[in-house]
């Protein structure tokens, strides 16, 4: 749980970084519909939920420094005691102020009339510019408003600036509260992962795998997965985002299993490769191993200091020269990764940030347009791969239809990063003795 003081302090931080005579506006997630009248678990938007802790929908917030009325206006449902009874508890304008840390609450039904006066005589507005139609038309009709009355003297704002920048580099390092939940999100995921591992055999189909997964995480209390799982046998692991997770997994195909549980909006994300039978075959364990040499030697490199495309560059190196000593790559090793040779193979990079969004946000480049240094505080994936489709006929035949992807979470700490999801055994041998005791 993140505490409410957090979120004032998260609100305060934003705005004493915005210029002077500013306002920001933020709005909520829409609730998605499904089908007719069906709709999807509601999941508020990160950056609401990092300013707010408010889980409900049809909420805009509104941060007005200096307001004398209070700066903090979150504008959200009335208490409806017919739609208590048929969808359970919201805040409602009291809950808002008293639970949530709104100075001020007022019916969402009211913005478009409150809004012009909580945007005239500011300067500057910041917002998702362009990522709603609904409140991009509101703050349009407001300055219009406020325009249509600047023969009294007041003025409309003239600078529209996008919030993502300066919101997102804030939830880029996480603060002690936030790694707690990401811990326990990895924690979970990881134990999870291994009921998957122990449960794996010949015949089964792939989506029982994800039942396991989902079982285990589902019995702690973490409802929803941060995204959905990748569960792919054989040649399926080769489409990157496969989730069809249908077919039956098959004696002597190796299995990818890529999933994450989500803890109180905060991700893990996890990539195991092991043998449906429990044993790796010979050509199986030698790529293995080189993603695996590649995903250790990228974790090596993680500390303060080192850019963010380090890990990256390490592990192309790695797995260059390993695709060079198997025979899948002919020619120099700088020079293939010079021209990339690497990539039919390799296909995707090394990481993402990781925090409330899987992908997290946050730059990936400083301001000269360079690879940005790592940071304590900051939560990362490391997830070399190696695919090589069924389909490739110019390589030997031994090697096709084999998918391996390895992807470990870390936090860069102080003297280096401390890895969040070792539970899970990547060693080949540690694999193979896991999946031998359920045998
Ligand atoms: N699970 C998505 C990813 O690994 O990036
Ligand atoms: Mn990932
Ligand atoms: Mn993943």
Same mark, same amino acid.
């Given at each position: 749980?993140?505490?409410?003081?957090?979120?004032?302090?998260?609100?305060?931080?934003?705005?004493?970084?915005?210029?002077?005579?500013?306002?920001?506006?933020?709005?909520?997630?829409?609730?998605?519909?499904?089908?007719?009248?069906?709709?999807?678990?509601?999941?508020?938007?990160?950056?609401?939920?990092?300013?707010?802790?408010?889980?409900?929908?049809?909420?805009?917030?509104?941060?007005?420094?200096?307001?004398?009325?209070?700066?903090?206006?979150?504008?959200?449902?009335?208490?409806?005691?017919?739609?208590?009874?048929?969808?359970?508890?919201?805040?409602?304008?009291?809950?808002?102020?008293?639970?949530?840390?709104?100075?001020?609450?007022?019916?969402?039904?009211?913005?478009?009339?409150?809004?012009?006066?909580?945007?005239?005589?500011?300067?500057?507005?910041?917002?998702?510019?362009?990522?709603?139609?609904?409140?991009?038309?509101?703050?349009?009709?407001?300055?219009?408003?406020?325009?249509?009355?600047?023969?009294?003297?007041?003025?409309?704002?003239?600078? &529209?600036?996008?919030?993502?920048? @300066? $919101?997102? *580099?804030?939830? /880029?390092?996480?603060?002690? !509260?936030?790694?707690?939940? =990401?811990?326990?999100?990895?924690?979970?995921?990881?134990?999870?992962?291994?009921?998957?591992?122990?449960?794996?055999?010949?015949?089964?189909?792939?989506?029982?795998?994800?039942?396991?997964?989902?079982?285990?995480?589902?019995?702690?209390?973490?409802?929803?997965?941060?995204?959905?799982?990748?569960?792919?046998?054989?040649?399926?692991?080769?489409?990157?985002?496969?989730?069809?997770?249908?077919?039956?997994?098959?004696?002597?195909?190796?299995?990818?299993?890529?999933?994450?549980?989500?803890?109180?909006?905060?991700?893990?994300?996890?990539?195991?490769?092991?043998?449906?039978?429990?044993? &790796?075959?010979?050509?199986?364990? @030698? $790529?293995? *191993?080189?993603? /695996?040499?590649?995903?250790? !030697?990228?974790?090596?490199? =993680?500390?303060?200091?080192?850019?963010?495309?380090?890990?990256?560059?390490?592990?192309?190196?790695?797995?260059?020269?390993?695709?060079?000593?198997?025979?899948?790559?002919?020619?120099?090793?700088?020079?293939?990764?010079?021209?990339?040779?690497?990539?039919?193979?390799?296909?995707?990079?090394?990481?993402?940030?990781?925090?409330?969004?899987?992908?997290?946000?946050?730059?990936?480049?400083?301001?000269?347009?360079?690879?940005?240094?790592?940071?304590?505080?900051?939560?990362?994936?490391?997830?070399?791969?190696?695919?090589?489709?069924?389909?490739?006929?110019?390589?030997?035949?031994?090697?096709?239809?084999?998918?391996?992807?390895?992807?470990?979470?870390?936090?860069?700490?102080?003297?280096?990063?401390?890895?969040?999801?070792?539970?899970?055994?990547?060693?080949?041998?540690?694999?193979?003795?896991?999946?031998?005791?359920?045998?």
């Amino acid at each position: 749980m993140i505490a409410g003081n957090e979120f004032k302090q998260r609100r305060k931080r934003l705005t004493r970084r915005m210029k002077k005579n500013s306002v920001a506006i933020l709005p909520s997630a829409e609730v998605a519909v499904r089908n007719r009248d069906v709709e999807w678990p509601y999941r508020q938007h990160s950056d609401f939920h990092y300013l707010t802790g408010f889980d409900e929908p049809e909420a805009v917030a509104v941060l007005a420094p200096g307001r004398p009325e209070g700066e903090f206006i979150l504008f959200c449902r009335e208490f409806d005691a017919t739609k208590a009874i048929w969808t359970g508890k919201h805040a409602g304008l009291e809950g808002a102020v008293d639970n949530h840390g709104a100075d001020q609450a007022c019916p969402v039904g009211r913005l478009a009339e409150l809004l012009p006066g909580l945007l005239e005589n500011r300067e500057r507005v910041y917002y998702p510019v362009g990522a709603s139609a609904e409140l991009d038309g509101q703050i349009r009709h407001a300055i219009n408003e406020i325009r249509a009355k600047s023969r009294s003297g007041t003025q409309a704002p003239t600078e &529209f600036i996008v919030i993502d920048k @300066l $919101l997102h *580099e804030h939830r /880029l390092f996480k603060s002690e !509260a936030e790694l707690a939940l =990401i811990r326990r999100a990895a924690e979970i995921s990881a134990q999870a992962h291994v009921r998957a591992m122990r449960f794996c055999r010949p015949g089964i189909h792939e989506y029982e795998i994800e039942a396991e997964f989902l079982h285990e995480i589902t019995r702690h209390g973490l409802r929803a997965q941060a995204y959905p799982a990748i569960v792919a046998g054989g040649n399926n692991a080769c489409v990157l985002h496969y989730t069809g997770n249908s077919d039956v997994l098959r004696d002597g195909d190796l299995l990818l299993i890529d999933a994450g549980a989500e803890c109180d909006s905060y991700a893990a994300d996890i990539t195991r490769t092991y043998p449906v039978n429990g044993h &790796f075959s010979e050509p199986q364990r @030698l $790529l293995y *191993e080189l993603v /695996l040499a590649a995903q250790l !030697a990228a974790i090596d490199t =993680i500390k303060p200091g080192k850019r963010w495309n380090d890990p990256h560059d390490t592990a192309v190196k790695v797995l260059t020269k390993g695709l060079v000593e198997l025979g899948l790559l002919k020619g120099k090793v700088g020079k293939l990764i010079k021209d990339e040779a690497y990539k039919p193979y390799y296909m995707h990079r090394t990481g993402h940030w990781l925090g409330m969004d899987v992908h997290d946000v946050g730059e990936y480049r400083d301001d000269d347009g360079e690879w940005r240094k790592l940071e304590p505080g900051m939560v990362m994936t490391v997830e070399p791969g190696l695919y090589i489709d069924a389909a490739c006929d110019d390589v030997d035949p031994q090697w096709r239809g084999i998918g391996i992807r390895i992807e470990d979470d870390v936090v860069v700490t102080e003297s280096g990063c401390e890895i969040l999801t070792g539970a899970v055994p990547k060693a080949v041998a540690d694999i193979e003795a896991l999946m031998g005791e359920s045998r």
